[in-house]
Structures are given as C-alpha cells and as structure tokens.
C-alpha cells in the first residue's frame, strides 16, 4: 500500500496570504488527522476528519480549517498567513477505529515570509 | 486538558549501550502511548505503542514500559545502533478519540 502523501512538500508565502495544503490518507483509511510542528510548541493537533466530518478539534484560531471529501483525501487551509505560522504540518491516517495506530506523511514544510 | 512532558530533550550514548526516554502525562483517561520515531525526509514512524492495560510492551531492541499509577511511560532502546539516531516523540490519547498530545522530542544521537 502507498503511504500518506502531502502536497506540495515545500511551500512559500507572505504574510496576509491564505494557503492549502492536501493530504492523501492510505487507501482504506477514512480518518486524517492534522499536527503543526515548531521548534517552540513541538507537535499540536490541529483537527481530525473522519467521514467527511470533522470530529475533533485542537485550539487553534478559525483561521485554520479543513475538510475532508468522500475518498477520505483532507485538505486544511490558512487564510491570514502570520509569521508564527511557519512550520512542518503534518496530516496522519488511520482505519475507522479510534485509538489505533496513525500513520504520519512527510509533512509539508510553510514558510511565512 | 491533557499535557505530555518528555526528557531528555538531547541523548548521547555510545553504540551498543540502552537509551532509555521517558514521558509523563497528565490525564487519567489517557489509555494508548504511542511512540514515533521522525527522520529528516522519512517523517514520523509509529515504533511501539502501549495501551493502558498492559505495563510492558516489547519489540526486539525496543520496549515500552507503562506505569499507570504514576502516569509515565518509557522507551527503552536496547543495542543502540547509528541507525537509531532520530528523534523520538512520544504521546497519549483518550480511548474515545483520535487525538494525540505529543511530546517535545528527543533528539537522540548514537556515537560510533
């Protein structure tokens, strides 16, 4: 089976702008779960979607949202790009189950200029 | 809500000797401890996890310790190779749901 894929792996932006990110989950698995990553705060959950509902939530600001479409793929978007948030954003699949293993992708890495 | 602190923050040990990280959590109702291993442009791989009705979880080199009345878990890395040097995360969730509360990481190294 294909890993958890996200694109694009490097992206750009400046300030003011709005960003999206995508997020393949593992053929099967209908739950994708989204982390941000900084040296500073280390791995923070952003949100969880499972069946194109989102079922948990961290505590970040509205500015950051997803959704999930009906072949499990997740997309998250920030609109309002601050400096703070430059970091890896990680999304991870798993099966149905909750409180099983999560599968993580490779991350892709925003830098906010 | 919960919160997950992890020390070492950095590791140093020579080839062949254990590591040994560990982790504390604050919630009661946390019951599954994974741990992640995360290689520059290899992201994060689960190793070993543990679920909270069991205190020991071994595989090969690798086991998981769960004391649930002190509420810590540690990684226990036996025969460590330079393959081993990563950084380790560990984390904790409630059954009910999927969210994870990680760890700040080990930045472990193994020295030749």
């Known amino acids: 089976k294909a890993g958890v894929t996200q694109t694009p792996r490097y992206l750009i932006k400046t300030r003011g702008q709005q960003v999206t990110l995508s997020c393949s989950p593992i053929?099967?698995?209908?739950?994708v779960s989204w982390y941000q990553q900084t040296p500073g705060q280390g791995l923070q959950f952003l949100f969880e979607?499972?069946?194109?509902?989102?079922?948990n939530k961290g505590n970040f600001p509205g500015r950051f949202s997803g959704r999930q479409f009906s072949n499990s793929r997740s997309e998250m978007n920030v609109s309002t790009l601050e400096l703070g948030d430059s970091a890896l954003y990680l999304c991870?699949?798993?099966?149905?189950?909750?409180?099983?293993?999560?599968?993580f992708g490779p991350g892709t890495r925003l830098t906010v200029l | 809500g919960e919160n997950v602190e992890q020390h070492p923050s950095t590791l140093s040990v020579q080839e062949g000797d254990s590591a040994v990280i560990k982790c504390t959590y604050s919630d009661s109702a946390s019951n599954y401890f994974p741990w992640y291993k995360q290689e520059l442009g290899k992201g994060s791989q689960l190793i070993i996890d543990i679920r909270s009705n069991v205190g020991e979880k071994k595989d090969q080199r690798i086991a998981v310790t769960l004391n649930k009345t002190a509420k810590h878990f540690s990684l226990h890395i036996t025969e460590t190779q330079p393959e081993d040097s990563a950084v380790y995360f560990c984390?904790?969730?409630?059954?009910?749901?999927?969210?994870?509360?990680f760890g700040t990481g080990t930045q472990l190294k193994v020295e030749l």
């Open positions: 053929s099967g698995h209908r739950s």
């Open positions: 991870a699949s798993q099966t149905s189950g909750r409180g099983n293993e999560q599968f």
């Open positions: 979607y499972f069946s194109e509902t989102q079922r």
């Open positions: 984390a904790a969730s409630r059954g009910g749901g999927n969210k994870l509360t």
